[in-house]
C-alpha cells in the first residue's frame, strides 16, 4: 500500500480495492519457490516483507536473475498476457506474500484508472531497472558492474546511511551480474582493497561514496 501511496493520495474506494489484493498472506521459507515457470499465468503476489528473485534457468543449469523484488512490490507483473508463466519466483530469506488472482487486477483496473496507471508505472519500472541491468552485464568490466549493483540497491533500500542490509550471498549476486562467483569474491576483494566498499554478514558498507560512483559512472535518475 505504502508503495501506492508514493505515487498518489489513495480514495477510500482505492484503498478498498488494494486491500483485496492482501486478503491471503502466507509465510514461505528462505529458498522456497512460490512460482515455477511454466505454470499457468493466473497469479500474482504482492510481497509485504523479505526479498524475492524472479529467475531463467537456462538448458545447460545455469541461472539468471532477471529481478530482486523487495518488500511492496508486485511480482509476476511481466508475466501479463502470457498464458504462461516465463520466469520462477524464490524467496531469498523468509518472506511474508500474498497470492492473488490475476482477475482482481481486471477489476482494479475497470474501477481505477488511476491504479491502472500507478501498476503501468512500476511495470514501467521494472523494465527500465532491467534494461540498465542489460547495459552492466554487456557493457560493464566486473568491477563497475558489481559497483552499480551495490549502488542501485541502496538507492532502492532509500538507505541514507553508509551501511546497508544486503542479504543476497554470492551466488545470487554472480547470477544478477553474469559472471562467476569465484569474480564477486576477487572483485569484492579489489573493492575493499581500493577502499571503496566493505560487504560481509549480509551488510554493505560504502567507504567511499563518491569513489564508487566515479567507478560505475552510477546515475539514478533511472530508478526516479
Not at 95 to 103: E, L, Y
Not at 140 to 147: G, K, V
Not at 206 to 219: K, R
Request: with cysteine.
Amino acid at each position: 500500500m505504502a508503495q501506492f501511496r508514493r505515487h498518489a493520495d489513495l480514495s477510500d474506494q482505492e484503498v478498498e480495492l488494494l486491500t483485496a489484493l492482501e486478503k491471503d498472506v502466507r509465510d514461505f521459507p528462505a529458498g522456497s519457490v512460490l512460482s515455477e515457470a511454466g505454470m499457468e499465468a493466473g497469479s500474482f503476489f504482492s510481497l509485504h516483507s523479505g526479498w524475492a528473485c524472479a529467475t531463467r534457468l537456462l538448458s545447460d543449469g545455469q541461472r539468471q536473475v532477471l529481478d530482486i523484488f523487495l518488500a511492496g512490490q508486485v511480482m509476476g507483473l511481466r508475466d501479463i498476457g502470457f498464458s504462461h508463466t516465463q520466469t520462477e519466483l524464490t524467496a531469498l530469506t523468509e518472506v511474508r506474500a500474498c497470492p492473488f488472482p490475476a482477475k482482481y487486477l481486471d477489476e482494479i483496473f475497470e474501477r481505477s484508472p488511476r491504479l491502472a496507471r500507478i501498476f503501468f508505472l512500476k511495470l514501467v519500472r521494472e523494465n527500465a531497472l532491467l534494461t540498465e541491468r542489460i547495459i552492466n552485464i554487456g557493457r560493464r568490466p566486473a568491477a563497475q558492474r558489481l559497483a552499480h549493483f551495490l549502488l542501485e540497491m541502496k538507492v532502492r533500500l532509500h538507505a541514507a546511511d553508509p551501511e546497508f542490509e544486503l542479504p543476497l550471498n554470492q551466488n545470487v549476486i554472480a547470477d544478477a551480474l553474469g559472471i562467476s562467483t569465484v569474480h564477486v569474491s576477487r572483485t569484492l576483494s579489489q573493492l575493499k582493497e581500493e577502499g571503496l566498499v566493505r560487504v560481509g554478514q549480509n551488510r554493505v558498507t560504502i567507504d567511499d561514496l563518491d569513489g564508487l560512483v566515479a567507478l560505475s559512472g552510477f546515475d539514478p535518475a533511472y530508478l526516479e
